[in-house]
């Protein structure tokens, strides 16, 4: 099970404390960071409060994709980012209990702080609007059932906060995310690399959950034209 110190950035303040003699005695931590005193001792509890981890969903009926990063000030770190591919079960039924345990499987595994995922979106094709809708519900389910808060965002919100264009194509955005993670991402998983952008978009919106419901009034209907080959 992956585990987080919530201290593991605040070593050089440990070792000023040790080699401060006046402040020997002070054992808490919460003594040592008001000793430090002023803008350094509140920057270290800001540090430590901004360190999160989201968890992003790209949702389909055949493949979802996700991905989980670690974020901390400006700085991303991806843990980990995959497809769910469960177009190998005929029925609807068995395809959306597949999706619940995976999803609960990397929830307990990486204990999100938030999650992120594309917005629902009501559309011509109602059968496609219906089966996704389902799966998203399935996956939003999942998250609930561990308390985990939930924000939703429109393809072209999450493209305009990753690349600066609304408009932009997977293979932009996967470059764009190259980029920003520093990492060479695998370009043929474009469903984990669209999850890492909702959780990169849902990042740069900030801390409150509150303050990122902006531009999600539109979604599914473009997330079906796009990938029509997500859906049967």
């Not at 594309?118 to 799966?135: I, T, Y």
């Amino acid at each position: 099970m992956f585990t987080r110190s919530p201290f593991k950035n605040l070593n050089k303040t440990k070792n000023i404390v040790a080699k401060t003699p006046h402040l020997r005695r002070i054992n808490s931590f919460s003594d040592k960071i008001l000793a430090l005193g002023g803008v350094f001792g509140v920057f270290c509890i800001m540090a430590v409060i901004k360190e999160k981890i989201i968890l992003g969903v790209d949702p389909g009926t055949r493949f979802m994709g996700y991905g989980v990063i670690l974020t901390q000030g400006d700085s991303m770190k991806v843990l980990q980012y995959g497809v769910i591919n469960v177009s190998k079960y005929t029925t609807q039924g068995m395809k959306l209990k597949k999706i619940y345990e995976r999803i609960i499987g990397i929830i307990e595994e990486f204990l999100p702080d938030e999650m992120a995922i594309e917005a629902p979106f009501f559309g011509v094709n109602v059968q496609s609007m219906l089966k996704l809708g389902r799966a998203q519900g399935v996956v939003m389910a999942a998250a609930l059932s561990r308390d985990i808060p939930i924000v939703e965002y429109s393809p072209k919100t999450v493209k305009q906060s990753v690349t600066g264009n609304g408009n932009a194509s997977k293979e932009q955005v996967a470059s764009m995310l190259d980029t920003l993670l520093k990492m060479k991402l695998d370009a043929k998983m474009f469903d984990a690399t669209d999850a890492l952008g909702i959780a990169v978009c849902h990042h740069f919106h900030g801390t409150s959950i509150m303050a990122t419901m902006k531009g999600t009034k539109k979604g599914w209907g473009a997330f079906v034209n796009e990938n029509p080959d997500r859906i049967k």
